[in-house]
């Protein structure tokens, strides 16, 4: 009993910690650039944290520790696409969507195009990748608190649920991105330094030799070699192999279109800024992958991966108390609560990011791009409308992510990743390279890249005819992939292209060559949503 005081205590200590922080930030909340881009005080090195903070969520502490755990080497390659898709952010769209932009991703769009289709059409796709990967955090922490209080009930996971939909709610409402930024910084701290720790003590139990560990892990896992080499998981088939390089795909081009990623470039001064921000970013996030290895092989060789669940979600959380000196000892509850207020505080801070870029779309591009049509609106009443979408929302993940939980979060969140790259990124990359492209362009690609998407999904394994599937009862998949990525992702470039040459737009030409000249320069970047 006194162990189960203190792992909730510490866990709760986490939770205020955050929450004070957004009664602070909430203070200096006081303008809409304060709400959405944190006034654009934050330097390189404090936005590098933040998304660090933003990008490692649930899915990569729990997801992908367990991924490996549970099949070795094919677990690892979650790690991998995660952290090669920073290059094609880095290299594609940082510095110019920063300079293009205010605000929001549609901003970039608007400036050349008709304002109320490309913005209806963004804040659809953000809020639909969104939800999406706010369903895997929120999944991530019913598993990881009802670990924490000990309870098999499911009817507590649902509550935790419930309950993290409310923080969100609450860290976005009251304290808006600079809340929801130095909530991501403290946490990416404190992942950092968590994980550091497991690592350290998963290999002072090998004498620090990687090779023994990985050996171990092979064995317990009952695979043998199998477990360190590719295709225990996606090897055994053709189809499953496709579906592995449509996987592959979408974590490498996902993550330039994930929205809660993007409005972190509007955060800084600079365009030097945002560079140094990703630079920052891709070395936390390099060092962070590098050590899923040793958390998932560690779990492999310490743990009974049973008792991980068929996800694997568990995986870190049970290594920490096994490394920290077993179920029943005091260490080992210290450091299963200290991992498990860490996991926790991930999330919260992804959660934040996400319902704050999906509500700033809502009030920035719909409510006074399209309803007002950038008339009579007052800075008031935009955030007023962001706070309210925030709760509608926060909502509406909460519903969809009570009989989401049998799921991998991992998987979970490679299917936002898929919508992300299959939707936003054509038009935004079409959008800075491509003169000719147009309204037409950009709404095709992005309602042609999100249809196409998430009803593949509705249309595959994930929903129905498998064991593991959402409705396990049903069968109604006619496509075999989990992972649409490699119909999706062509057909939302396609499609861009198909819409542009069949439409002829001379004004989206003409500006062209000044949307060129900020993107590249930053020339009058702060103007960049009005034409």
Same mark, same amino acid.
């Given at each position: 009993?006194?162990? *189960?005081?203190?792992?909730?205590?510490?866990?709760?200590?986490?939770?205020?910690?955050?929450?004070?922080?957004?009664?602070?930030?909430?203070? *200096?909340?006081?303008?809409?650039?304060?709400?959405?881009?944190?006034?654009?005080?934050?330097?390189?090195?404090? $936005?590098?944290?933040?998304?660090?903070? =933003?990008?490692?969520?649930?899915?990569?502490?729990?997801?992908?520790?367990?991924?490996?755990?549970?099949?070795?080497?094919?677990?690892?390659?979650?790690?991998?696409?995660?952290?090669?898709?920073?290059?094609?952010?880095?290299?594609?769209?940082?510095?110019?969507?920063? $300079?293009?932009?205010?605000?929001?991703?549609? =901003? +970039?769009?608007?400036?050349?195009?008709?304002?109320?289709?490309?913005?209806?059409?963004?804040?659809?796709?953000?809020?639909?990748?969104?939800?999406?990967?706010?369903?895997?955090?929120?999944?991530?922490?019913?598993? /990881?608190?009802?670990?924490?209080?000990?309870? =098999?009930? *499911?009817?507590?996971?649902?509550?935790?649920?419930?309950?993290?939909?409310?923080?969100?709610? &609450?860290?976005?409402?009251?304290?808006?991105?600079?809340?929801?930024?130095?909530? +991501?910084?403290?946490?990416?701290?404190?992942?950092?330094?968590?994980?550091?720790?497991?690592?350290?003590?998963?290999?002072?139990?090998?004498?620090?030799?990687?090779?023994?560990?990985?050996?171990?892990?092979?064995?317990?896992?009952?695979?043998?070699?199998?477990?360190?080499?590719?295709?225990?998981?996606?090897?055994?088939?053709?189809?499953?192999?496709?579906? &592995?390089?449509?996987?592959?795909?979408?974590?490498?081009?996902?993550?330039?279109?994930?929205?809660?990623?993007?409005?972190?470039?509007?955060?800084?001064?600079?365009?030097?800024?945002?560079?140094?921000?990703?630079?920052?970013?891709?070395?936390?996030?390099?060092?962070?992958?590098?050590?899923?290895?040793?958390?998932?092989?560690?779990?492999?060789?310490?743990? =009974?991966?049973?008792?991980?669940?068929?996800?694997?979600?568990?995986?870190?959380? /049970?290594?920490?108390?096994?490394?920290?000196?077993?179920?029943?000892?005091?260490?080992?509850?210290?450091?299963?609560?200290?991992?498990?207020?860490?996991?926790?505080?991930?999330?919260?801070?992804?959660?934040?990011?996400?319902?704050?870029?999906?509500?700033?779309?809502?009030?920035?591009?719909?409510?006074?791009?399209?309803?007002?049509?950038?008339? #009579?609106?007052?800075?008031?009443?935009?955030?007023?409308?962001?706070?309210?979408?925030?709760?509608?929302?926060?909502?509406?993940?909460?519903?969809?992510?009570?009989? #989401?939980? +049998?799921?991998?979060?991992?998987?979970?969140?490679?299917?936002?990743?898929?919508? #992300?790259?299959?939707?936003?990124?054509?038009?935004?990359?079409?959008?800075?390279?491509?003169?000719?492209?147009?309204?037409?362009?950009?709404?095709?690609?992005?309602?042609?890249?999100?249809?196409?998407?998430?009803?593949?999904?509705?249309?595959?394994?994930?929903?129905?005819?498998?064991?593991?599937?959402?409705?396990?009862?049903?069968?109604?998949?006619?496509?075999?992939?989990?992972?649409?990525?490699?119909?999706?992702?062509?057909?939302?470039?396609?499609?861009?292209?198909?819409?542009?040459?069949?439409?002829?737009?001379?004004?989206?030409?003409?500006?062209?060559?000044?949307?060129?000249?900020?993107?590249?320069?930053?020339?009058?970047?702060?103007?960049?949503?009005?034409?």
């Amino acid at each position: 009993m006194n162990q *189960q005081f203190l792992t909730t205590g510490l866990f709760l200590a986490v939770v205020l910690l955050t929450v004070g922080i957004t009664f602070y930030a909430s203070r *200096q909340t006081k303008t809409a650039a304060d709400f959405y881009s944190g006034g654009r005080g934050f330097s390189g090195f404090q $936005n590098g944290l933040a998304i660090g903070g =933003d990008y490692m969520s649930a899915a990569s502490f729990l997801g992908i520790s367990g991924a490996i755990a549970l099949y070795g080497y094919d677990g690892f390659l979650y790690s991998i696409g995660f952290l090669v898709a920073w290059l094609v952010a880095l290299l594609l769209v940082a510095e110019m969507l920063r $300079n293009a932009g205010r605000y929001t991703m549609a =901003d +970039q769009l608007a400036f050349r195009m008709r304002q109320r289709p490309v913005r209806t059409a963004a804040s659809v796709s953000t809020v639909v990748v969104s939800i999406f990967y706010l369903l895997a955090q929120m999944v991530g922490a019913g598993v /990881l608190v009802a670990l924490l209080l000990d309870v =098999d009930s *499911q009817a507590v996971q649902n509550l935790v649920i419930v309950g993290v939909g409310a923080l969100m709610i &609450f860290y976005v409402t009251v304290g808006g991105m600079k809340g929801t930024t130095y909530v +991501q910084i403290i946490k990416a701290v404190l992942l950092m330094a968590g994980s550091a720790l497991i690592v350290f003590l998963v290999l002072l139990r090998y004498n620090f030799n990687l090779s023994a560990l990985l050996g171990d892990a092979a064995e317990k896992s009952g695979a043998g070699d199998a477990f360190l080499e590719p295709g225990l998981q996606y090897g055994a088939t053709l189809t499953s192999q496709v579906d &592995f390089l449509s996987l592959g795909i979408a974590l490498v081009l996902g993550t330039a279109g994930l929205p809660h990623i993007l409005i972190r470039f509007y955060t800084v001064p600079t365009a030097k800024d945002a560079r140094k921000s990703v630079l920052w970013a891709i070395g936390l996030i390099g060092a962070f992958y590098l050590m899923t290895l040793v958390l998932g092989f560690g779990a492999a060789a310490l743990i =009974d991966t049973d008792e991980a669940g068929a996800t694997g979600n568990l995986a870190s959380p /049970l290594l920490a108390r096994e490394v920290g000196g077993g179920a029943d000892s005091v260490g080992g509850a210290i450091l299963l609560a200290l991992i498990a207020a860490v996991a926790f505080a991930t999330i919260l801070a992804v959660v934040a990011g996400l319902t704050l870029a999906s509500s700033s779309s809502v009030a920035h591009d719909l409510y006074k791009g399209v309803f007002k049509k950038d008339k #009579a609106v007052t800075e008031k009443d935009e955030v007023r409308v962001a706070k309210l979408a925030a709760v509608v929302i926060g909502a509406v993940a909460i519903v969809l992510a009570i009989p #989401a939980q +049998q799921l991998n979060i991992a998987f979970l969140v490679a299917l936002a990743f898929a919508v #992300a790259a299959s939707a936003n990124l054509p038009a935004i990359l079409f959008n800075m390279f491509w003169g000719r492209f147009n309204t037409r362009g950009a709404c095709w690609s992005i309602y042609g890249g999100l249809i196409s998407c998430v009803g593949l999904v509705v249309l595959s394994p994930v929903m129905s005819g498998a064991e593991t599937s959402l409705f396990p009862n049903a069968d109604f998949a006619i496509f075999p992939l989990n992972n649409p990525g490699i119909v999706s992702i062509p057909l939302g470039f396609l499609l861009g292209i198909i819409g542009t040459l069949t439409a002829r737009e001379p004004a989206s030409e003409r500006l062209y060559p000044e949307l060129e000249v900020r993107a590249l320069t930053g020339a009058g970047a702060e103007g960049a949503s009005q034409h």
